[in-house]
């Protein structure tokens, strides 16, 4: 049950019955996810079949309101969801983390553009967060233009979100914070996708690039970048009372936590049938192999209870935690993405040669986690922005 838990070799506490529900959910699956994960790496693309189970099992709208046909699952069972598709196949858990945090803007949006989005459409709605583009304002919304990478699930997605800077007369608005941004949702087909996404690792996300060329958008389908700095405004159908940036880094997080567990679950099996050349017993019974797991274990259960505690500071005090909350999911986010990271690299060094055959998990572990970390919710930058701000000092993304 490992695999589908993604708990560990320490006693933890049961999961609530309604985290109990999404990981049976996500045992249910993991036959279709195992069969294709290397036809998927392969390809560069998530396999249809492998979306229509995710689909079906409610996973991809998980982090959206039921008025938009979501579930509203808590952000600590959304996590461990992640986590778990990750055991099993880190693109399809990154895929599924960035459609969880894109979710989010459905609490942002006037509700009948995101009943639209995500209720009336089963597609993926992903895209590029990063302001890459242009978007001249015109009388009912915005022409758009340029290009974005990093479009995660783009193949089976029916919407894609473009963050831009605001343009008026061809020159970038100001604000006193910066350069005006604003994302805005475009139909896919209304896009361009260019074969980009040739990498190390997460290969089968399909992370590729896309351009838009003078695309009218109404202003119904876009969102104040600004206001993703702070929760969502109180409405009925509002999900959860939090900022979006106070909650995208619990999918990459997250994700970063199954590729290690992944990773010490798979030496656990290698440790136990390998027998190192010249040595007298296996892995298993090295006295360095004992201690190193050892330590690799505690060092990744300590990472998974602070995200789970991150994650339940954010539930209670999403709406008044303030920088001061901030602050903490993101030296959170870069905390666990060390610990992984390290978790891997010791699993994938103890393995010996064992861990450079393709055919090797251990092998899918390091290119994953070193894809993974490189997001810039999980960036080693921000322990400095966060003590910059713990030594009185304003709260940046970066300097």
Known sequence: MNAISAEGG?????????????????????????????????????????FEALRDAGIPRMWVAEEFGGERASIETGSAVIQALACLDASVAWQMGVQGAIGR???????????????????????????????EEVPGGYRLNGEWAFASGSAHADWLVCAAFVTENGEVRRTPRGPETRMLFVPRADAEIRDTWYTVGLRGTGSNHFTVNDVHVPEEFTVNGADMLRPPAARSSRAYPIGYYDFGPFTSASTALGIAQDA???????????????????????????????????????ARLLLKDTARQVTALGETGG?????????????????????????YSLAGASSVYATSRLERCFRDVHSAVKHITLSPTHFEMVGQYLLGGGLQMRR
């Open 264 to 302: 010490i679950d798979s030496f656990k099996d290698l440790a136990a049938k390998k027998t190192p050349t010249g040595a007298t017993g296996t892995l298993a019974k090295s006295h360095v192999v004992q201690e190193k797991l050892a330590r690799a274990e505690i060092e990744l259960y300590t």
């Open 10 to 50: 320490f006693p933890t506490h049961s999961p609530t019955p309604g985290t109990e529900d999404w990981l049976a959910r996500v045992e249910k699956i993991a036959p279709v996810i195992e069969e294709a994960r290397e036809q998927a790496d392969h390809d560069r693309v998530t396999s249809r079949a492998v």
């Open 105 to 135: 803007l459905s609490d942002y949006l006037p509700e009948a553009t995101s009943a639209q989005l995500f209720r009336d459409h089963d597609g993926l709605v992903v895209g590029g967060v990063n302001p890459a583009g242009h978007a």
């Open 323 to 347: 920088d001061s909350l901030t602050s903490l999911v993101r030296v959170t986010a870069a905390t666990v993405a060390e610990k992984a990271a390290a978790t891997v690299d010791s699993m």
